[in-house]
């Protein structure tokens, strides 16, 4: 699916842009700011940005394949940013559901193309906020890629807050003696920790080279604006550092239990064991041999024996489930 609006300038309306032929025609005149989203391209479309604007094969390549890492490659007649941003809801990823969609910017002098495989909630936000108030976009391409940027960064914000709140639901139960599936628990939001942070330390380094302005098609003025993103990241980056300690903290709690409750439980056992151990001994010395012993002629003892004997370990079994011991 293709989307195109044409931003004119200030005061003038976003004008949607219908078939290859408008935006080819808008990318020739040059005038205002072109901004392009493609979303899960087809093959033909993938050729528009070969035809129309005259990508590299490499970025048109990229753009077809998931890249692990975030980065920026800088091209005569534009920028190429491969980016990651949040496309699941914070419950879901709470869950072990953790999924990050790949946004790709071509930024260019009168320009901007954005490529992603999946709907992405961010752009269709910007593209809202866009059509409402076209003037941010007007001020150039620069200034429409720190927007997309900005919901970007702001996207890991809610996703990192529900993680900590897991966390400490975590940890109350820890301290109530609550430790079902803690272990697995703890283990994918570590694993999703990880995947988010992999992701965001590679784009605070994209970013930074935007507000730096090491590659061209920033202006100075956008610059600062980039600057407040990468103090976003700066925050996003602290809080899942800060996730992770709190992540191995909850491990050592939980062994920390998990040891101190097996001790428990041995000391109980060896209570129980420390009393059958004369009644073992007094009973494998006389064998329980004597003369009168009734049960020997009766015609259920054996029936009985059996069952004495099930009821005392199916007794044991419960007992034990009850105390939380297995």
């Not at 419950?91 to 992603?116: M, N």
């Not at 919901?151 to 996703?159: E, H, M």
């Not at 400490?168 to 301290?175: R, S, V, Y």
């Not at 012993?293 to 009766?298: D, F, G, I, K, S």
Request: glycine share 6%; charged share 25%.
């Amino acid at each position: 699916m293709v989307r195109a609006f044409l931003f004119g300038g200030p005061g003038k309306a976003a004008q949607p842009l219908e078939g290859e032929s408008e935006i080819e025609e808008a990318a020739r005149r040059g005038e205002g700011v072109l901004w392009v989203d493609l979303q899960a391209p087809a093959e033909d479309e993938f050729e528009m940005l070969s035809r129309v604007f005259r990508f590299h094969p490499l970025s048109i390549e990229d753009c077809r394949t998931y890249s692990e890492l975030p980065k920026v490659d800088e091209f005569s007649e534009y920028l190429f940013v491969v980016t990651h941003y949040v496309a699941c809801t914070p419950d879901d990823a709470a869950c072990g559901r953790l999924s990050l969609g790949e946004l790709d910017i071509f930024i260019g002098h009168t320009f901007v193309v954005t490529v992603h495989t999946q709907r992405a909630g961010i752009v269709d936000q910007c593209v809202k906020r866009f059509r409402e108030h076209p003037d941010m976009p007007a001020m150039g391409p620069d200034f429409l890629v720190y927007a997309l940027l900005d919901a970007l960064v702001d996207s890991f914000f809610p996703l990192v807050d529900r993680w900590d709140d897991r966390l400490d639901e975590i940890e109350e139960g820890l301290l109530l003696g609550r430790t079902r599936n803690v272990l697995q628990r703890l283990t994918t939001i570590r694993r999703n920790i990880l995947r988010a942070r992999k992701s965001v330390a590679p784009t605070r380094d994209v970013v930074g080279s935007l507000a730096r302005r090491d590659v061209a098609f920033i202006s100075e003025q956008a610059a600062w604006y980039f600057r407040d993103v990468s103090d976003h990241l700066l925050r996003v980056h602290g809080m899942l550092d800060s996730a992770r300690d709190a992540v191995a903290s909850l491990f050592e709690l939980y062994l920390s239990i998990s040891s101190h409750r097996a001790n428990l439980v041995m000391q109980r056992l060896t209570i129980v064991a420390t009393i059958f151990l004369p009644l073992t001994f007094i009973a494998g010395v006389y064998g329980m041999n004597f003369r009168y012993m009734p049960e020997l002629e009766w015609r259920y003892g054996y029936l009985m024996v059996w069952i004495v004997m099930l009821l005392v370990g199916g007794g044991f079994l419960v007992y034990f489930k009850r105390r939380g011991w297995f």
